[in-house]
């Protein structure tokens, strides 16, 4: 088994502030994703990494940047926080690309004041 | 259009009785997953399907890939059930999940 750890929990911004989520995998998981999910909806995929050093835009990547430093970790930035913005990052790993079960972490709410 | 299209939006049933969650791709699907979100936001795994049948406990799950759907059948319901369920389908072209908006249960005692 494994674990997903996401930090911070809870994230309070400014508008126009950038603001950094991390995400790390004790798995040993190639493949990382990075999901925002809006309330009463599902998951959009807004970035993913296939490999370490590798990395690859989702359907939302618009506004956002990621980083893997390492297989462990992927970071997500969001490069200019919306006003009134409030949703939940939420941060998966799978052994491979295309398809694999996906698992996630805990998540992250945004609030931009 | 919706891709993954999940049915029904909201579930109230009542401790005990039993009953099915759908989910319709409008995708070619190779594997479907299913997940309850809890009220904390977690999303724990429950399926993880290619084509055929998986059974846990009191839930049951189908994916169908010729007709492009998936099940999720509850037996049995219990309070702990409560939660949103997703279905999400891999796309046999990219790779990627593609999440349906959930249905919300509520199992009353």
């Known amino acids: 088994g494994g674990i997903i750890t996401q930090t911070p929990k809870f994230l309070i911004g400014q508008e126009g502030q950038k603001l950094t989520l991390k995400c790390q995998q004790n798995f040993n998981h190639d493949t990382m994703y990075w999901y925002r999910q809006d309330s009463g909806k599902g998951l959009r995929l807004i970035y993913y990494?296939?490999?370490?050093?590798?990395?690859q835009k989702g359907d939302l990547s618009e506004g956002y940047d990621a980083s893997r430093e390492k297989k462990s970790s992927f970071s997500l930035t969001v490069t200019s926080a919306q006003k009134n913005e409030m949703a939940v990052f939420l941060c998966?790993?799978?052994?491979?690309?295309?398809?694999?079960?996906?698992?996630f972490g805990p998540g992250t709410r945004l609030t931009v004041l | 259009g919706d891709q993954v299209k999940q049915s029904p939006s909201a579930l109230s049933l009542q401790e005990g009785t039993n009953s099915a969650l759908r989910c319709n791709f409008s995708i070619a699907t190779t594997t479907v997953q299913w997940f309850l979100q809890n009220p904390r936001g977690s999303l724990m795994n429950l399926f993880y399907?290619?084509?055929g049948t998986k059974e846990n406990g009191r839930l049951k799950s189908t994916f169908n890939s010729k007709e492009s759907y998936s099940t999720l059948h509850i037996r049995d319901a219990q309070l702990e059930d409560s939660g949103t369920y997703f279905c999400a389908a891999a796309n046999t072209n990219t790779g990627k999940l593609t999440f349906g908006d959930g249905t919300v249960l509520t199992v009353k005692p």
């Open positions: 998966a790993s799978s052994m491979d690309w295309g398809g694999d079960e996906q698992y």
């Open positions: 399907l290619v084509p």
């Open positions: 990494s296939i490999t370490e050093n590798d990395l």
